[in-house]
């Protein structure tokens, strides 16, 4: 089984999400990311640091007592580029350190400490749960079957390859929207174990464009986020 096209769609499949689990861009250099790096205004800066060192120690602690042989020591970075939209994604570098990185304009679109916040725990919930890697799974199992089926069919070289990338798609969207829910639910937990206010913080789906339900769609519908979290809220 011919596994390079695997995982070059990979790369694709689990990149470009917003607020979502996703590798290191390859265009993303650790010379873009800093800790606390240089702000547009001071607001922003003091806000973004302090619900850095208000949550980080309750992530951390949330991911020990939730995991086991798991790195739970995170870093968390700013992504630089002034052409950068509005992000925040969660990954592991080579060292398996788990890593969430904002945008800039991610930060300066957030209006509140609060909102920071919950992202913030959004994206240590993906790595407590190991999304990333569930995903991946998901992406290779997927493709791997897909690849099978077109041999015995009697597919090519080619044809397996393409049918390993539609495979390693499905297979990387399927549980998607599982997971997102699944890491809004603990960011809530995370954020108001920090000090901070949830369902303020989901205020921040109410200004981004709604994904809808769309069929193998990476994000489920922002009115079901803000549920999730109010559910989860009242129950702390």
Do not use: W
Request: hydrophobic share 40%.
């Amino acid at each position: 089984m011919r596994k390079s096209g695997v995982f070059a769609v990979m790369a694709v499949v689990l990149a470009g999400c917003s607020v979502s689990t996703q590798p290191i861009p390859s265009a993303l250099s650790t010379e873009v990311l800093s800790n606390i790096s240089p702000f547009p205004t001071l607001e922003m800066k003091r806000n973004f640091s302090s619900v850095v060192e208000t949550l980080e120690p309750i992530a951390e602690r949330e991911c020990r007592a939730r995991t086991s042989r798991v790195n739970c020591n995170f870093k968390i970075l700013v992504d630089e580029r002034p052409d950068q939209p509005p992000n925040a994604f969660q990954t592991i570098d080579q060292s398996g350190r788990p890593i969430i990185a904002f945008t800039l304009q991610l930060i300066a679109d957030a209006r509140n400490q609060d909102e920071l916040a919950f992202i913030m725990g959004h994206e240590a919930a993906h790595h407590i749960a190991d999304h990333l890697g569930r995903q991946q799974r998901n992406a290779v199992a997927r493709a791997v079957i897909a690849g099978a089926l077109t041999i015995l069919r009697g597919g090519d070289a080619t044809a397996v390859e393409v049918a390993q990338q539609r495979g390693a798609q499905v297979g990387a969207r399927t549980y998607s929207k599982d997971f997102e829910l699944e890491a809004d639910a603990l960011g809530t937990i995370i954020a108001s174990r920090a000090g901070y206010d949830p369902v303020r913080g989901a205020e921040f789906f109410t200004r981004i464009p709604d994904p809808g339900d769309k069929f193998l769609g990476t994000h489920p519908p922002n009115g079901q986020r803000i549920e999730t979290v109010r559910r989860v809220a009242a129950g702390l």
